[in-house]
């Protein structure tokens, strides 16, 4: 008997469609097919994958008369209709887990950079200009990190951040629930005002929502230590921008580094455009082994659900 049915509309990871085609399953590529393809198609599969591209609406969750499972290689899931996929049972599932190091190992990229003003010292050299006297920087080793939000990639960092003799500090939400996990990565579970008095390098990593939307504003800046770091490569929306762009003008903050902004990408550069401004095109999952891990968890997902 044939395997299970699977309709790939978008470019994964060609990883996850091996692991698919090993279990048996038939794995149809379509990694440009339209929206009217698509509905035409999807009565014949059992699953889908999408990344974001694919629209997932009612109209097609209506045409697919045996889909079980609608997996998405990524984060978002905003592309699918989640409330007519639940009315029909179809189970959707997604890898929030995939780029979780590769924004771990992101961020210790940029607490290095504004540390050492690598971005600066290199932008110089491209030049012509021998600037060294003017590059003094400090060192990690020994400087406090303040963790907002402790889940996937709090974690990741923490212990990643631990290695290099920093002491880390973090922000947790539910404290009872998660401090066994805080203890393994080696942090210290403090209040945020605490959190933000005391580190050299605060860093987010909290979800976007209309309770952390400018979680971090003039207030909590002004609760920060003169001359510290912030860091932003959670959603642009929880940190105020102006009031950021307000404190590296004014010296309060010695720097900061973002890979995420308000509107991306963004059309004011009066923030980006900062000397002390490390900014990046929101890359933080852009690694081959997250676009790998993206495709093989979603496979792995599909699995379990059809067997
Ligand atoms: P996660 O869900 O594992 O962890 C988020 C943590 O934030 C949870 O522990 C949650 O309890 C906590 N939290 C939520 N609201 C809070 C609040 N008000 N105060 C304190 N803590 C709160 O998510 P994750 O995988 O660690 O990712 C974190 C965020 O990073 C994602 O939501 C996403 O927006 C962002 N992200 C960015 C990139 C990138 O390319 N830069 C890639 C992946 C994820």
């Given at each position: 008997?044939?395997?299970?049915?699977?309709?790939?509309?978008?470019?994964?990871?060609?990883?996850?469609?091996?692991?698919?085609?090993?279990?048996?399953?038939?794995?149809?590529?379509?990694?440009?097919?339209?929206?009217?393809?698509?509905?035409?198609?999807?009565?014949?599969?059992?699953?889908?994958?999408?990344?974001?591209?694919?629209?997932?609406?009612?109209?097609?969750?209506?045409?697919?008369?045996?889909?079980?499972?609608?997996?998405?290689?990524?984060?978002?899931?905003?592309?699918?209709?989640?409330?007519?996929?639940?009315?029909?049972?179809?189970?959707?599932?997604?890898?929030?887990?995939?780029?979780?190091?590769?924004?771990?190992?992101?961020?210790?990229?940029?607490?290095?950079?504004?540390?050492?003003?690598?971005?600066?010292?290199d932008d110089s050299m491209k030049k012509g200009k021998w600037i060294k006297k003017r590059l003094t920087g400090i060192e990690l080793k020994g400087k406090t990190l303040g963790i907002i939000g402790f889940g996937r990639i709090g974690y990741q960092l923490a212990k990643k951040a631990g290695a290099l003799e920093m002491r880390v500090l973090t922000y947790v939400r539910e404290r009872e629930k998660f401090i066994e996990f805080v203890e393994e990565a080696g942090a210290d579970a403090v209040d945020l005002d605490e959190l933000l008095g005391s580190s050299d390098f605060v860093t987010i990593h909290v979800p976007l929502l209309p309770q952390t939307k400018h979680m971090i504003g003039t207030e909590e800046i002004s609760a920060m230590k003169d001359g510290a770091y912030l860091i932003n490569a959670a959603r642009g929306g929880v940190i105020d921008e102006e009031a950021l762009r307000k404190a590296l003008v004014s010296g309060k903050l010695a720097g900061a580094a973002l890979d995420v902004y308000e509107e991306e990408p963004p059309r004011d550069i009066s923030l980006t455009g900062l000397q002390n401004v490390v900014s990046l095109p929101h890359i933080g999952a852009a690694t081959i082994e997250a676009k790998r891990a993206s495709s093989t968890v979603v496979a792995e997902k599909l699995i379990k659900i059809l067997g």
């Open positions: 008997m044939d395997g299970p049915r699977v309709l790939v509309c978008d470019p994964i990871h060609d990883e996850g469609v091996k692991i698919l085609r090993e279990a048996g399953y038939i794995v149809d590529l379509r990694t440009s097919i339209t929206a009217n393809e698509f509905v035409d198609a999807v009565g014949d599969f059992d699953a889908i994958v999408v990344r974001s591209r694919t629209k997932v609406t009612e109209q097609a969750l209506e045409a697919g008369k045996r889909l079980k499972a609608v997996a998405r290689a990524g984060v978002g899931l905003d592309n699918i209709d989640l409330n007519a996929a639940k009315q029909r049972g179809i189970i959707v599932v997604n890898s929030p887990e995939a780029p979780s190091n590769a924004v771990a190992e992101l961020v210790l990229g940029l607490m290095l950079s504004l540390a050492r003003r690598i971005p600066e010292a």
